[in-house]
């Protein structure tokens, strides 16, 4: 055992020691001692108690590693420390021997835990409480604190102060010693005493007190104020009952005096003193009055811990108050809440009901428009029955090839349906002479259809044939063909993401207008896919509507020729009606004609030059069809070109844009004799506009950089 102070040493004039183990409550203890306990004499014991007999089921153990953060700790604070290690089988024997041999005033311990010193393995079976029991039997001289998280779970205060004990008794039994009897006064008139012990062992009792009450309910009586006052009456009355004379005249405050008949103390007034001043030397006072001195002192300490414990008593109760208020608010928000929700929820059930009326009508109305759907397939299937004894040669020498071959994709209605969600109109984004054309999505993948007018499909097995031929014709500047449902006339093309050329020329949507080179590059582009269909085998293939609503855009501006082959896909009587109606109800779609195929009826290739020049002038114009070509030519004559051209666009290039208007004007002659040819004048000189666009710009992104 390490060494520690014994009764024949100079006891330290108020000595602290904490009891410490390995649980989590032992360094708050130690934190709540210094900073209490620990003010006028910078000393502090650290005790700890080693089973004596510790089992084999319990794991070794550093008992020194025990004591090695106190050290930091307390030489950061300035204090003293002192370690001492205890061997015995009985945990409190051993605490309150070291108790009575040291005097020791104040004993701190943490509260009881799983792994505390209160679960040691000797008191596991009996489930004993080390904190209670050195509460109920420590010395009378010494205080006992209980720490649990940094504050006081449970205190007892000394009743007497450590002057008071003349030896160190043995200790036996573990309860604490008692008062020697040879230190009271054996009248009972002349002083009244509240605890003290006989010479037989037995309690004396004052004639004027009860009877001794158990140790905690003492305390607590004691601690009133009320009692309080009574002690000291007594104390008071046992000093006057002394012989006075002139050396032993006591002299008592008047402040004190001032307070005794209200029955009560200000607990606030920081200058109480309760020390009987004598008017004689210290050292001559009767022992009685040194007794009464000892008894003043004691007293003022318990009132200071009481005030201290009514005032941590009432900042509870304020905040138990406080508390209590805030959860009467939130459970009354809580019900605020809980009473919207309910309204809420019922608003809700009402709009479900009202959805789901609308819901049945809705489901009413589909089944309606599903029986007409029905109705008008079937008449579709009549119409095809009666349109399959119709073929020709040509389509006749296909069907052989294809007859085990099939090369497109092909969709049922329900495919289509679900693409365009049943044709609403909300996805449709354009309308022909052909028939409406609808956005959609099949296989994860944006496409457009198209939905052939009823009179202008023909029979089944000739659209298949025909579909067939399309979809093997691929191109860079057309748009490509994915696949038909041919029961109901629906052809499946490529979503083109920046619309026809039509829109952007004219800036629909308030959309940003071409520049000049990426229009040059798209009238290369077209040239090069309209030449494509001119060198088709075994015969050309005449495209008989070009214009810019049938030239579409994609995400990057590359341009493509829609609506390719649509004359094939019908017969020559209903193309014809197709062309008629656009001559009649569309004056746009009349200014791309051939005027030389409306007098004749003959379709050639050069028909297409003449649709294409119309088109060239609006790419650099972008103005209406209609009387284009005399404009233009009217201010090349003036030389007025730049004032024709379209002013969105910045930085013509006079000269090019010069060429590109008297090449256009070439392809509008009325003869067809009179138009360059596709593939050695047109397609070449637009190629030499198109790479005359991107050196420049080329140029222009060097000239920026540098």
Known sequence: MAPHFSS?????????????????????????????????????????????????????????????????????????????????????????????????????????????????????????????????????FCSVYVISKGKILTMRTAQRPVSNTAAPPKMSSGMPPHIPSDQLEDERGRRQVVRGESRNGTDRQSVDNPPKLPMRDRDRRKSLPANLSGDMDAAMRAAAAQPSSSQDTLAIDTDFLNKIPHGSIDLNDQNLDFSMVSATPTGQLPQNTRDIEAEMRRLKLELKQTMDLYSTACKEALTAKRKAEELHQWKMEEARKFEEAKQAGEAALAMAEKEKAKCKAAMEAAEAARKLAEMEAHRRRQAELKAKKEADEKTRALSVLAKNDVRYRKYTIEEIEEATENFVASNKIGEGGYGPVFKGKLDHTPVAI????????????????????????????????????????????????????????????????????????????????????????????????????????????????????????????????????????????????????????????????????????????????????????????????????DPAVPNWPLEEALAFARLALKCVELRKKDRPDLGTVIVPELNRLRDFGMSSDSRGRSNNCR
């Open 8 to 140: 024949d040493e100079n006891v330290p004039g108020h000595t602290t020691a904490v009891a410490i183990d390995k649980d989590k409550n032992s360094p708050q203890a130690v934190r709540w001692a210094v900073e209490h306990l620990v003010v006028s004499n910078p000393f502090v014991t650290l005790i700890h108690v080693k089973h004596k007999n510790q089992g084999d089921n319990e794991s070794d153990y550093d008992v020194n590693q025990l004591f090695i953060p106190f050290r930091g700790y307390c030489a950061r604070k300035g204090i003293q420390l002192e370690e001492v290690i205890l061997e015995d089988a009985d945990v409190c024997k051993a605490l309150l021997d070291y108790v009575h041999k040291n005097l020791i005033n104040n004993l701190v311990i943490g509260a009881a835990t799983r792994n505390s010193l209160s679960s040691y393995l000797n008191y596991r079976k009996s489930k004993n409480d080390i904190p209670a029991i050195l509460i109920r039997s420590a010395p009378e």
């Open 450 to 645: 198209k939905v052939l007018r009823p009179d202008a499909a023909q029979g089944k097995k000739q659209f298949q044939q025909e579909v067939e031929v399309l979809c093997c014709m691929r191109h860079p500047n057309m748009v490509l063909l994915l696949g038909a449902c041919p029961e109901y006339g629906c052809l499946v093309y490529e979503y083109m993401f920046n619309g026809s050329l039509e829109d952007r020329l004219f800036r629909k949507g308030n959309t940003p207008p071409l520049s000049w080179r990426k229009r040059f590059n798209i009238a290369a582009e077209i040239a090069t896919g309209l030449l494509f269909l001119h060198q088709a085998k075994p015969e050309p293939l005449v495209h008989r509507d070009l214009k810019p609503a049938n030239i579409l855009l994609d995400r990057n501006y590359v341009s493509k020729i829609a609506d390719v082959g649509l004359a094939r896909l019908v017969p020559p009587s209903v193309a014809d009606s197709v062309t008629q109606y656009h001559m009649t109800s569309a004056a746009g779609t009349f200014c791309y004609i051939d005027p030389e195929y409306q007098q004749t009826g003959m379709l050639t290739t050069k028909s297409d030059i003449y649709s294409l020049g119309i088109m060239l002038l609006q790419i650099i114009t972008a103005k209406p069809p209609m009387g284009i070509a005399h404009h233009v030519g009217r201010a090349i004559e003036k030389g007025t070109l730049l004032d024709v051209l």
